[in-house]
């Protein structure tokens, strides 16, 4: 079995679509208050710019773990 987690976080650009990163093994001792000022300095700084236009406003963020189980794995 193998363990992974990823960070996702979600913004709104203006064309009111959402807008998704995923950060690949964040550390482990990362807060929600670093998160936050993380995803409003990205709006604030204009960082990213989207096909919908620029990120306006930060949605959520979820951590996610997963699992993976190998269950066959061919001669």
């Not at 807060?31 to 936050?36: D, F």
């Not at 995803?39 to 949605?59: E, P, R």
Request: hydrophobic residues 40%.
């Amino acid at each position: 079995m193998e363990k992974r987690q990823a960070l996702r976080l979600t913004w709104r650009n203006q064309a009111g679509r959402t807008y998704a990163i995923t950060i690949n093994n964040p550390v482990d001792d990362v807060t929600p208050e670093q998160i936050e000022t993380f995803m409003n300095m990205v709006v604030q700084k204009n960082i990213i710019q989207s096909s919908g236009g620029d990120l306006v406003a930060a949605v959520d963020a979820h951590l996610v773990n997963t699992e993976d189980y190998d269950l066959y794995t061919p001669a």
